[in-house]
């Protein structure tokens, strides 16, 4: 591909007014405690200890909330949800993600053990209010996330799984973008001066490199990591009316930026998703799917933001874009979102 030919070229090249001073952004995360050891293992993953008919009824709605899919050229699980036995607990203090389902009516091995260390101060609590959700981080390892869900019967146990579903996914999901941030975050960003004739700034990591750019309203960079997926990071912007951003306003940009600047790339119609969307302060529409390229006979997995500005009266369409024939490709897409989201117009 192109692509490929040109990186060579493309990394001698140092955008308009970029520092050569090693500027650093800390990304939001929790304290480390040097007491306990780092939590290890496929972030991704999720281990459940439930006692076996909780989990004949519980483990449906489990998989349908935490194993959605992420609408890639593979379908990608955002986790993995794995039943971890409970004589074994200790081989998993160290793991990133547990969860835990018990009530106080069993004396079944998952709720005995989780009775025995909740204490009695959760127990009562769980007897008055019926149910109880506990959130807890880095209790045997750091950087560790584990979720009790307890019901003083299995029932109510059960009603909490079920009722809270998305609750659960949302934690988990929030986690799994800190981490990312957090790794993304432990190089260098190229400070604020190197888009000083931007409208705009945002905390780009140094390992990405200028792409492409075009009359200062659209700008791309790319990322390539031995045995990564190739990450493309695009901003583009354009003076218009406010009457005219929406879904086919984001449909059409991106499929004009995509051909024009990717080297032909397209999408099908049958292949996207459009839905209304949050990046940081910024209220918009979220463009996802599979990119085709038949030049080259290859493809991939993109994403794409676009939202209007009042103060400089111009849309703007913030792109991402993954290829990785190799393998898996949602982690990818979750650093270039969360570099998205720090993304902020100057006032």
Known sequence: ???KILILFFLLVIITGCSSREDRYKASGK??????PMSWGHQQTIYVFADD????YAEKPIRQSLER???TTENEKIFEIKRAPIHSIEQFYKFNNLIFLSHLESDEPVSSYVKEIMGSQIMQEITANSVGMYPQENIWANDQFVL???????RNLLKLNILQANETYKLFKDKLYERISGQIYKSPVYSDKSFVNYPWELKLPKNYILYKKDKNNFISFIARLRNSPDRYFSVYFEKIEKSEVGKEWLKKARAEIAWKYYDED?????DIRIEKFLLGEYKGWKLSGRWQNKK???GGSFQSFAFYDENTKSAYLIDNSVYFPEGLKIAALIELEVISRTFKIKN
Request: aromatic content about 20%.
């Open 266 to 270: 397209e999408f099908k119609e049958e």
């Open 296 to 298: 080259y006979a290859v």
């Open 1 to 3: 591909m192109i692509r």
């Open 31 to 36: 304290k480390i405690d040097p007491g306990k």
């Open 53 to 56: 008919n909780v989990w004949k």
């Open 69 to 71: 899919f992420i609408f």
């Open 148 to 154: 009790f869900l307890l019901g003083d019967n299995e």
